[in-house]
Structure formats: C-alpha cells, structure tokens
C-alpha cells in the first residue's frame, strides 16, 4: 500500500544502541517506497558505511531476498562487513552461513547488546569468538557462540526515533505512526508460534517511561497511532493497567491498536473504559480454529466462550475486535470451511483476517506437520497469506475459494455493512473504511496472483526435506 508503511522499529532498536556508543547510523528503508534489489545495493553503498546491517520483518519469506540484495553489495564491495539478523537467521544461522558466504555474521536472538559489542569487537579487532550471541566463520569454520544474555531491563536501550526522520510513515488512514514495544516475549506454549522461544522470556518496559516516550514521539514527531508490536501486552494485568493509566494522564488523543488474547479481555472486563480512554480502537485476536480439539492440539489455550465475549466486551466499550483465523491446521473437508465460517459469524467481529498455518522449523509445530506434504516451494511465498502445506482432501483452488468466499460474506453481512456506513463513532467508522478499502484490493490480488502468477507443485516433497 503506497504511503501506509510503518518503521522497522527491530533495525530501529538496533540503530539507537550503536548511535549511543558513538557510532554513525544511517537507515535504509527499502520497503517505504519498494525498490529494485540493484537500487538497493547501490543506495546502501553510496554511504559508504564499514558495516552493513540487514534486518527484515517478514524473516522466512524475506530471507531469500535477503540473500540477493548481500550478494550485490558484496560484488560491488568486497571488503564491507556484512551482518544479519532476525527470527529466521537465528535459528537458520547453519545453512546461511553454509550457502551464504558473502554473510560475515549472524546475530542470534536479540540484538540491541550483542550488535554493540560485535562491531565494537570488529572496530578493535577482537576476535569474533568472544562475543557472545553470534553466528559467524572463523579459519574457514563456521561456529556459533555461546547465547548472549537475555536483557532483562528493557528500558537500557533506547529506540533511534531520530533515524526514521527522512521517512514519512503513516497507518490508519494517512495519519502518523510508529511500531512500539511495552513488552516481549510471551508466555503461552502455542505450538505454532516461535515468539516464547525467541524471546524466552516476558518482560516488560517501564510504565511511566514507555508513555513519557509515546508522548515526546507525539509532540516531536507528530505521531498520532502507535501500533504495539507485543504478542502479550497484557500478561502482567498490574504492569498493563499502569501503563494505561500512565497514558491516560498525558491526555495526548492517540490511537493505539495492537494484539492481545481474548481471555486477557475477558479478565479485565472491570477496567476496559481504561482501554478506551488510553486510545486503543482495535485489537487484534488470535481466535485461530472453530475446533476446540485442534486448539488443544495446538496449544493454544484458548476457548469459543471466552472469544465471543472478548468481542462483544470490545464492542461494548467502542473498541474495534479484528478476528484471525488460521486455515491448515488439520485435513480440513468442505464442512470445516462451512463450520469455520458459521463459527465466525456467531462470534461477529468486525474485521477478519484469514491466514495460513506455516510451519517455521524452529516451532514445536514442524515435528507435528515435518512428514506433510507441501505444495509451495518459493520461500519469499512462506507469509501466512499463501498456502504451504497440502491439504489433501481438497485442491489448492478450492481451498483459496472457501477462504475469499468466508471473507466476503463476514465483511459484508449486514451487521458488518451497518457498522461500517453507521458506526456511531465518526473515527471507528473511517478506521473501519479504511480497512476495507485495503481489504478490497488485497482480495482481488491474491485471488490474480494465485491464478496467474503462483506456482503450487504436486510433487511429494515433504517439509523435513524442504529445510533440508
């Protein structure tokens, strides 16, 4: 979407902790306006920088992309230092140094400490082997360091707002806008999901600090939506409510919109006019499977009762609810799809958003799935919105047809089509508009690129051989 980009605020993090130790930082965003891989290359080196430091939101799909954009700057530099990090780097870290050699490190796992004292160690010639948290070669071999420290105070390093000043990002229809984390990690077992492994642990920032950051972003920045990046903001209720509170006295009309899981909802029914006054106008949940033995089986620690009331509890309190919902996770017949469908419109969320199950190696998920067969083999593909794993009762056609047809008829029942064109609030009705102007686009696409452009194979090739 032209013009609608947020900040990479990883590359951020990582940015702030080097300017702090005195190093000079430039940031390129190449996805802010989509730029050819050359163009890239050739911007990234017309700073002239020693070091290169490459990051990506979208990890697995990004990766081979990654890839290709390395290989140009090592072409036309060979003597620049070249380092990577990331979910899919850490835990991939073996075969990209294996198949990527123009890659001098990798930094495993969080990178605000471990990237200061690797250039600091590259900058004074210390050997590599000493820095704790990263993958690299050493005499032709390749090896991996012993883990770096999990960093336990969050508020120790400060996010390089100052390098996103030449870009002008924007979300919720056109407004300004910054990522922002209040805490990492999570601490639900979700089969699926790699976040409680990376991260390890929850922790969470400083209350009064995060909304006296959120407040210096708003009046120097003129940021007005901030989009929390947490998988569980929520998890400590008494560190949650504090930040509200924190908010709520800087009285900055914001809007804020993130992700949280329904049964936090649920358990703050009493204090959700906090919510509300704090600025949050849409959270997004994780409903996953209408099948309660597929959400055990996939750990999920959920249940129906509790997401219809998480719902209807936003609703009550003028908050938006975005539903996800994740196809594969089981051999799905037509009737699951049908069920799937009855299931979300019982639960009558105002927006959806349907996903694919895809099975990252580093989750417990891919012992689960490692002996299915897949049907996509473009890695840059492997980014929930196409799907990855056969579902053997029904073809790939079918399956993208039952997947657009539930989200035209749950966006445009007439429950959703009055709240979109009446909503008593003047700014969840554009927030809601706005969703469906990108949401109309975005099915056309996938539905052409899927028939005219993705390539699916019918070979047996399995997902252990796939991450062979």
Not at 49 to 75: C, N, V, W
Not at 84 to 92: A, E, I, S
Not at 264 to 275: F, G
Not at 339 to 361: A, E, W
Request: net charge neutral; aromatic share 12%.
């Amino acid at each position: 979407m032209a013009g609608e980009h947020l900040p990479p605020l990883g590359l951020l993090s990582i940015g702030g902790s080097l300017i702090d130790k005195s190093h000079e930082v430039k940031l390129l965003d190449a996805e802010f306006e989509p730029m050819a891989l050359p163009d890239i290359a050739t911007a990234t080196l017309q700073y002239n920088p020693d070091i290169a430091l490459l990051g990506h939101s979208g990890s697995t799909s990004a990766q081979p992309i990654i890839f290709e954009i390395t290989q140009l700057i090592r072409q036309q530099n060979p003597a620049i230092t070249i380092i990577l990090g990331g979910v899919f780097p850490t835990y991939h870290w073996q075969e990209i140094l294996e198949t990527s050699p123009q890659i001098d490190c990798i930094v495993c796992g969080e990178g605000e400490e471990t990237i200061v004292n690797l250039v600091g160690a590259i900058e004074t010639k210390t050997p590599l082997a000493e820095v704790k948290g990263i993958a690299t070669r050493l005499n032709g071999e390749i090896i991996k360091t012993p883990p770096a420290p999990l960093i336990k105070n969050l508020d120790a390093y400060r996010v390089g707002w100052e390098l996103m000043e030449n870009y002008n990002y924007t979300y919720w229809g056109k407004k300004k806008a910054v990522v922002i984390q209040f805490s990492r990690g999570c601490p639900y077992p979700c089969s699926y999901c790699g976040q409680s492994l990376f991260w390890q642990q929850w922790r969470h920032r400083n209350p009064q600090l995060l909304a006296d950051e959120m407040e210096m972003l708003h009046k120097k920045y003129g940021i007005e939506v901030f989009n929390f990046a947490d998988e569980n903001p929520s998890t400590n209720k008494e560190a949650w409510k504090a930040l509200l509170e924190a908010v709520i006295q800087k009285n900055l009309k914001l809007i804020l919109v993130g992700s949280i899981r329904a049964d936090n909802i649920v358990r703050d029914a009493e204090h959700l006019h906090l919510y509300k006054q704090a600025g949050f106008e849409r959270f997004l949940l994780g409903i996953e499977n209408y099948n309660e033995v597929v959400l055990e089986k996939i750990k999920k620690a959920g249940s129906v009762t509790k997401d219809k009331e998480a719902i209807q509890l936003l609703r009550k309190h003028n908050i938006l609810s975005m539903a996800t919902y994740v196809v594969g996770f089981g051999e799905e017949k037509t009737r699951d799809f049908y069920n799937s469908l009855k299931q979300l419109l019982y639960y009558d969320p105002d927006q959806i958003q349907l996903l694919y199950v895809t099975p990252h190696k580093w989750t417990p998920y891919f012992e689960d799935v490692k002996d299915k067969r897949i049907i996509q083999l473009d890695q840059r593909l492997w980014d929930y919105k196409h799907q990855i794993l056969a579902i053997e009762n029904l073809p790939p056609w079918l399956v993208i047809l039952y997947v657009k047809l539930i989200e035209i008829i749950v966006q445009l029942r007439p429950k959703a089509l009055k709240r979109l064109f009446f909503h008593k609030d003047t700014r969840l009705r554009a927030a809601m508009r706005w969703y469906t102007n990108i949401g109309r686009r975005v099915w056309f696409y996938e539905l052409f690129q899927f028939f005219f452009n993705d390539k699916h194979q019918n070979k047996d090739i399995k997902v252990s051989e796939f991450w062979k």
